[in-house]
């Protein structure tokens, strides 16, 4: 067993090392909706886009100001989204005009 333990550990450590040295990139399926127009898209588009499609947006529930920026703050503190605080703002307010309850 302790043979098998090594030689998965050094198996795992070398293709780290060989990995470490490459750049991978990957390509994106395009968008398939376009998100509101309004004060606070670009930052929405750029920080959600950097995780999911934009679709999870739409698919949500219509929420009002607190359950939308309670799923930023999800996103930055669960998920690691790189978010400033500015940002996370403006995007829970846009959330919630385009998006909340009555939309």
Same mark, same amino acid.
């Given at each position: 067993?302790?043979? @098998? ?5 050094? !198996? $795992?450590?070398?293709? &780290? ?6 750049? *991978? !990139? ?5 968008? #398939? ?7 606070? $898209? ?5 920080? +959600?886009?950097? +995780? =999911? #499609? $934009?679709?999870? @947006?739409?698919? %949500? ?5 607190? %359950?939308? %920026? ?7 503190? *669960?998920? /690691?989204?790189? @978010? #400033?605080?500015?940002? &996370?703002?403006? @995007?829970?307010?846009?959330?919630? !005009? =385009?998006? /909340?309850? &009555?939309?």
């Amino acid at each position: 067993m302790r043979v @098998i333990t090594m030689a998965l550990t050094l !198996t $795992l450590a070398a293709t &780290a090392v060989a990995l470490a040295g490459e750049t *991978v !990139t990957i390509t994106l399926p395009p968008e #398939s909706i376009a998100l509101k127009a309004g004060a606070g $898209l670009d930052q929405t588009q750029t920080a +959600c886009r950097a +995780c =999911h #499609s $934009l679709d999870y @947006i739409t698919i %949500q529930p219509g929420g009002g100001p607190a %359950q939308w %920026q309670g799923v930023v703050t999800k996103m930055m503190k *669960v998920y /690691g989204a790189p @978010i #400033s605080e500015q940002d &996370a703002k403006a @995007i829970g307010e846009y959330l919630a !005009t =385009h998006y /909340g309850p &009555a939309q």
